[in-house]
């Protein structure tokens, strides 16, 4: 129960700091681009519990698209730069005009070290066009 209370704080302060991040709009290309920034239609939750990890990645518009596709995998800090962790990606596919995609999965040991998710959610308008956005949770740390 004192897991739960805790991911339920997390969860309630990130949806609360995201509300309050503002993101420059920009518009679908002809072609395929990507965007490493901080969009606040994206979240991404670490949350590890002794040495399991549970990952937790959404994607939520105003607008609908013909596809949505998310993908998320854990990474691993080694030095200053970050790395695929072992496990696979994890992803997910709704088509048929959605607002909204979610996505969950769970790493079942970690060794120490410190991780966080990467997120990439790929667009598709009803055009055909694809816009592809990356995105990071937060740090965690397996002591």
């Known amino acids: ?35 490493y920034v901080s969009d606040d239609r994206c979240t991404s939750i670490l949350y590890i519990d002794g040495d399991k990890a549970t990952l937790s990645s959404s994607f939520r518009d105003t607008v609908s698209y ?6 998320q995998y854990l990474e691993v800090k080694s030095g200053s730069s970050w790395s695929k962790y072992s496990g696979g ?40 066009t694809q816009k592809v956005i990356s995105f990071y949770s937060n740090e965690a740390t397996v002591s």
Do not use: Q, W
């Not at 739960?4 to 518009?27: D, H, N, Q, W």
């Open 1 to 35: 129960m004192k897991s739960l209370k805790k991911l339920t704080a997390i969860l309630l302060a990130v949806i609360m700091c995201a509300g309050m991040l503002s993101v420059p709009a920009f518009a679908f290309d002809d072609d395929i681009s990507v965007c």
């Open 66 to 71: 013909e596809v949505l596709h998310i993908k």
């Open 89 to 128: 990606s994890i992803f997910s596919t709704r088509r048929t005009n959605a607002l909204s995609i979610a996505l969950e999965s769970t790493e079942p040991v970690l060794p120490s070290g410190t991780y966080r998710i990467y997120g990439e959610v790929t667009l598709t308008s009803n055009g055909g």
